[in-house]
């Protein structure tokens, strides 16, 4: 048992600092109530979050590839349809025809668009989707050749007191959970 430590160590060390790293953003589920009277009253962040608030300006920003659910609380029970100005989808996709009945749809192009009920007292609601930013790879200039020379620059860049070219907290807090571990490893090890 007392060789099994170490190896459990190391691996919750491990399992740790994959915890930690941070990761990609995954896309957002957005759950918006809908009734026939006060129309698109509330939205739930559900994944991740769970946040729910009320939609005041009935705008809603997200980013593209979120997916919304407009899912039915009409107080009366009345059947809603949901319908988009740009046509993203046909009447029979958005019908929701009974209490607690749901529609999703996920926007994978930037833009702005509009969504309504088929009731024409009901305001509209505008989503303004962004674009997700994807890392960009940069070549550096080419260098030159035994024919060309190089021309001189007097540019001076100062680096603002606090930034370190290339600091990355978590790179950090990662080497120190492994240092860490190595210590409690050398330890065990002693200890025998």
Known sequence: MTRLNPALTLIFI??????????????????????????????????PGNITYVNKTLTLNINAGDSIRWENWDYYDWPL?????????DNKTGYLKYKYKPFNYTFKQ???????????RVPHMTIIVAA?????????????TETETAAPT??????????????????????????AGLVVFIYSLKKK
């Open 110 to 120: 930037p833009g702005t668009y509009g969504v309504y009920i088929e009731d024409p």
């Open 132 to 144: 997700v930013e994807t890392p960009t790879v940069t070549t550096p200039p080419p260098t030159p």
């Open 81 to 89: 349809t949901i319908m988009s100005e740009q046509n993203l989808w």
């Open 14 to 47: 491990g399992l740790l600092s994959f915890i930690l790293h941070p990761a990609a953003a995954e896309p957002s589920v957005y759950k918006v109530y809908v009734d026939g009277t006060d129309g698109f009253y509330q939205v739930r962040n559900t994944q």
């Open 154 to 179: 007097a540019s001076v860049t100062q680096t603002p007191p606090g930034a370190l070219s290339g600091f990355n907290l978590w790179y950090i807090l990662l080497a120190l959970i492994v240092v």
